[in-house]
């Protein structure tokens, strides 16, 4: 819920900028200013980039200065300060009437109901800034401590670093909730696996605290011996594909990532097939797992040494054990595929996790995976348009399967109809490239036979 209320902010306030969301409420004091952060890597699925908390701030890696300056004075409180306060509000209120025939073995079921959801929420904000002057002017005053373990590891890893600069917090406490009422059996989440007559509701409620980060923005570090500086234009690698009115070069360069990326689970016996699918289910359904997952791998990626691999988890041993006795090589390899899948997965919604779940259960990903292809060979990525795919990839043996899928797509921001006729809601490549990613994983795991 902290991911989405974020997310909305950053879309309301800087939709075609580069504030970044904060998305785990749990992490917010480690984007505050002068924190320093590390760059997720690129992803053509990840619209904006993307960061990640080092648990350091830029005094902790600077030596002393002659006056024994502290960088207290930099912060939005102290000398300099630059900040603005105002009020971001949404509220939603919708209700969806509907019917749902169904074909159940042994017996037919036609489902019947309404859904209404509302949510609304008020929050006022206070935009923190640190001069970057004031930066520049630090530089010259305190040198970088080369010394430190968290400099000298990031040295060796050939990783780059960014410091927070720019915030945006709460002024004031804020609660927010979201409440959905289904009468009936009409669910639009659960499709077919809904029977249940009578009604539903489901409440969700966050409490967010005075003074928490909710997105920020980075400069990357420019580090040489003892001296730093800050990276204004920092060098980008080019684009794999040329934008030529259509999105074949797009499609081209999105198989060729997710290939470079997991390739390695190709190689995989048939028994790690399955240990790693039933990983990736279980963290589909369980975020404290899917943080859990996360984590782990970021610290295989991390680590120069050996990682140990434990957790508590029956869902994520059998894989974390698997991985433990891997070479480093192999390891490193699996880390990366493992990742690159969490965040193709972390781009989608929760519905989306969902409906994936009972495609596997349906055995329809590989059918799904080439209707998304076909989708993206298309020019999707400059806002709305009308174009239609091959109506066959819309057949399906089950008329449920059929809505599942294209509920599915929508929720990408592509309105599919039965026919193959399509339209783009919205620029939608991003989204629906990470959708094709994580059928690509899920139906390479799901063929061990």
């Known amino acids: 819920m902290f991911k989405k209320v974020t997310q909305s902010i950053v879309n309301e306030m800087d939709p075609r900028g580069d504030l970044v969301p904060v998305h785990s409420i749990l992490d917010h004091e480690h984007f505050r200013p002068l924190c320093l952060v590390r760059r997720k890597r690129k992803a053509l699925f990840r619209p904006s980039p993307g960061y990640k908390q080092t648990w350091y701030r830029l005094d902790d890696v600077l030596l002393p200065g002659e006056d024994d ?9 102290g000398g300099g300060q630059d900040s603005r ?27 019947k109901g309404a859904t209404s959801l509302s949510k609304g929420w008020s929050i006022k904000l206070e935009k923190n ?24 590891q990031l040295q060796k890893t050939d990783q780059n670093l960014y410091i927070v600069h720019e915030t945006v ?22 499709y077919a696996k809904f029977h249940a007559k009578g009604t539903r509701e489901n409440k969700q409620s966050m409490t967010i605290p005075k003074s928490c980060t909710v997105a920020f923005r980075a400069i990357q570090l420019a580090i040489t011996d003892r001296s730093w500086g800050l990276q204004y234009f920092p060098e980008e690698h080019r684009s794999v594909f040329v934008s030529d009115g259509s999105s074949q070069g797009k499609l081209g360069a999105l198989k060729v990532e997710v290939k470079e990326n997991c390739q390695i689970l190709s190689s995989l016996s048939s028994d790690l097939f399955v240990i790693f699918l039933k990983a990736i289910k279980a963290v589909m359904r369980d975020r404290n797992l899917f943080q859990e997952l996360t984590q782990k791998m970021e610290a295989v990626l991390d680590e120069t040494g050996s990682c140990e691999l434990k957790t ?15 070479s480093r090589q192999l390891l490193l390899k699996l880390a990366g595929a493992i990742t690159y899948t969490l965040d193709a997965l972390d781009e989608l919604t929760e519905d989306q996790l969902l409906l994936l779940l009972e495609s596997l259960e349906e055995k329809i990903v590989s059918q799904q995976l080439k209707l998304v292809e076909s989708i993206l060979e ?7 348009g009308h174009f239609s795919v091959d109506a066959s990839l819309l057949s399906f043996s089950q008329e449920k399967e059929q809505k599942l899928t294209i509920a599915m797509v929508e929720m990408s921001g592509v309105k599919l109809q039965k026919d193959g006729s399509a339209v783009c809601m919205e620029k939608a490549f991003s989204a629906v490239a990470a959708l094709y990613a994580s059928l690509y994983v899920l139906d390479l795991l799901s063929n061990s036979d």
């Open 69 to 77: 300056k502290s960088t207290d004075s930099l912060f939005p409180n």
């Open 85 to 111: 306060q105002f009020t971001v509000k949404k509220s939603i209120s919708d209700r969806v009437d509907g019917s749902l025939s169904l074909c159940v073995e042994p017996i037919s079921v036609e489902l």
């Open 129 to 152: 800034h640190i001069p970057v002057p004031k930066l520049e002017a630090l530089k010259t005053e305190r040198k970088i401590n080369v010394n430190h373990s968290f400099i000298q």
């Open 169 to 190: 917090e709460t002024s004031e406490e804020t609660t927010f909730e979201e409440f959905t009422t289904a009468e009936g059996s009409f669910m639009t989440h659960l």
């Open 312 to 326: 508590e988890s029956p869902d994520l041993k059998d894989l974390l054990s698997s991985l433990q006795y891997s």
């Open 378 to 384: 298309h020019d999707i990525e400059h806002g709305k």
